[in-house]
């Protein structure tokens, strides 16, 4: 029988310095996580800035995405990660991952396969615009 290596690991626990985080340590002190070390990410279509959903990610999540191509997010109700596809088949592919300058939010930038909303439609926002009084600029 012959020994396998241990896989190397990634570049981004390669750069951890806090054992509890497994995100490189400028991006785990970058982030302003909520109480229950969440952090808001804004899911964007990538070749039409289209804003496609709104989810959670801890450290985990937003490391298992950095590194494996495909979006994960933390699911609040359930307690649980899941990656985004895995049932439906409607796979977010990542292009990018930013933090805004208060570091309490991503912008994920992805190409969405399929419908980005549980309830089947493109996005999580279709249909659910609100009547305001729009402004102008002058």
Not at 17 to 40: F, H, N, W
């Amino acid at each position: 029988m012959s020994e396998q290596s241990a896989p190397s690991p990634t570049p981004a626990a390669e750069l951890s310095s806090d054992p509890a985080s497994p995100l490189p340590q400028e991006i785990a002190s970058a982030l302003k996580r909520d109480s229950s070390g969440l952090v808001a990410a804004i899911v964007q279509q990538h070749d039409t800035n289209e804003v496609l959903m709104l989810g959670w990610m801890d450290d985990e999540a937003l490391h298992r995405t950095m590194t494996s191509g495909r979006v994960t997010f933390y699911s609040r109700s359930r307690q649980e990660y899941w990656r985004k596809g895995d049932t439906s088949g409607h796979v977010q592919f990542v292009k990018s991952v930013a933090l805004d300058c208060d570091g309490d939010a991503l912008l994920i930038r992805v190409d969405q396969i399929g419908a980005a909303c549980h309830t089947g439609t493109r996005t999580c926002f279709d249909g659910r615009d609100f009547t305001v009084v729009t402004g102008h600029r002058e």
